[in-house]
Nanobody, 127 residues
Framework: QVQLVESGGGLVQAGGSLRLSCAAS????????MGWFRQAPGKEREFVAG????????YYTDSVKGRFTISRDNAKNTVYLQMNSLIPEDTAVYYC????????????????????WGQGTQVTVSS
């Protein structure tokens, strides 16, 4: 079973940067597509970025393309989200999750296709 713990959130001014980390327990981390999601107050959880098992494929929601970069280090059991040029609309709780099955999931964006959610980390962008 994979357990996930997010960190790195905080308060930042518009135009600033943050790097989120998601540390995974368990030896099977490298077998899963991983995703970052976010949920703003009063809104549904939405997909942000995804990365394949060996980092050969990454994909993003349109609103963060060119600003956010997802990466992973399988030796450290960690997935990252580098967020640059932050805007107030990026304010949300950010979660990482793994795809529900091994060796698949690239391109998937529906939160229902992911599991082992972490507790989330708050990102607040002030204008």
């Amino acid at each position: 079973q994979v357990q996930l713990v997010e960190s790195g959130g905080g308060l930042v001014q518009a135009g600033g940067s943050l790097r989120l980390s998601c540390a995974a327990s368990g030896r099977t981390f490298s077998s899963y597509t991983m995703g970052w999601f976010r949920q703003a107050p009063g809104k549904e959880r939405e997909f942000v970025a995804g990365i394949s098992l060996t980092s050969t494929s990454t994909y993003y929601t349109d609103s963060v393309k060119g600003r956010f970069t997802i990466s992973r280090d399988n030796a450290k059991n960690t997935v990252y989200l580098q967020m640059n040029s932050l805007i107030p609309e990026d304010t949300a709780v950010y979660y990482c999750a793994k795809y529900k099955s091994v060796f698949g999931g690239i391109g998937r964006r529906n939160p229902k296709d992911f599991d082992s959610w972490g507790q989330g980390t708050q990102v607040t962008v002030s204008s």
